[in-house]
């Protein structure tokens, strides 16, 4: 069993720099892309950031320039760097991620429980 588990949400004000960060544990043999999805109330699950096994980055339009994904492959860690948040950053975050459990199998798509970014003043 893999488990994804994020951290680092919270109330943050316009403007701020909260990080976010989500270990993968349990069976891992190897871990393939990684990314950050969030959902914002009465909408759609998007994807915010993605990184893959070595490093390549893809970013939506709306966070581009002001969100860095990045990961720690020692770790099974991938984290979010929020900069110069606006309310509508407003979401849960969920993280993701292809796991291999062992060698032989296919990969999972893995979900993190999500954790709630607020942006108000």
């Known amino acids: 069993q893999v488990q994804l588990v994020e951290s680092g949400g919270g109330l943050v004000q316009p403007g701020g720099s909260p990080r976010l960060s989500c270990a993968a544990s349990g069976s891992i043999f190897s871990i393939s892309a990684m990314g950050w999805y969030r959902q914002a109330p009465g909408k759609q699950r998007e994807l915010a950031a993605l990184?893959?096994?070595?490093?390549?980055?893809n970013y939506a339009d709306s966070v581009q320039g002001r969100f860095t994904i990045s990961r720690d492959n020692a770790k099974n860690t991938v984290y979010l760097q929020m900069d110069r948040l606006k309310p509508e950053d407003t979401a849960v975050y969920y993280c993701n991620a292809g796991v291999r459990p062992s060698l032989g199998t296919w990969y999972l798509a893995v979900w993190g429980q999500g954790t709630l970014v607020t942006v108000s003043s």
């Open positions: 990184i893959t096994s070595v490093g390549s980055t």
